[in-house]
């Protein structure tokens, strides 16, 4: 394997690594306290269907998704990348969409959809790169 081929794999296994440990960090984080997700937002919980529907999302659902990204991150590259960047576009489209239908988003919307898109598409650059030096 040539040193190019080399540091592309790290960087895909940097960017699924740094993936994976942030959404664990918001699933315990949803678990443990739901308020604090919420408060990240500037909403506020006030009944337990709310807490427990947070829970269940960010934290139940949220899980799911890293014991998924686990199971196929044992089976290749290429796949975990392709699965993270439909994951973090999704996600992106998620706030375009709100942009187009309810107004313009927030700093904290603003800035995760920059994020979620660098994510998205560096994940999706990188799995092409990983097929094609393979």
Known sequence: MNTKNKIIGYLGHGLVLLSLLSLVYVSFMAWLNPREVMALVREKLTNTDSLSSIRGVYGGTGLFVVSVL???????????LRFL?????????????TWAIDGPLGEFGTQWLVIEL?????????????????
């Open 118 to 134: 660098f994510f998205g598409i560096s994940c999706l650059t990188l799995s092409y790169l990983v097929t094609r030096h393979r």
């Open 70 to 80: 686990c199971y196929l991150w044992s089976t290749g590259l290429t796949i975990t």
């Open 85 to 97: 960047s439909m994951f973090w576009l999704l996600y992106s489209v998620s706030r375009v969409l």
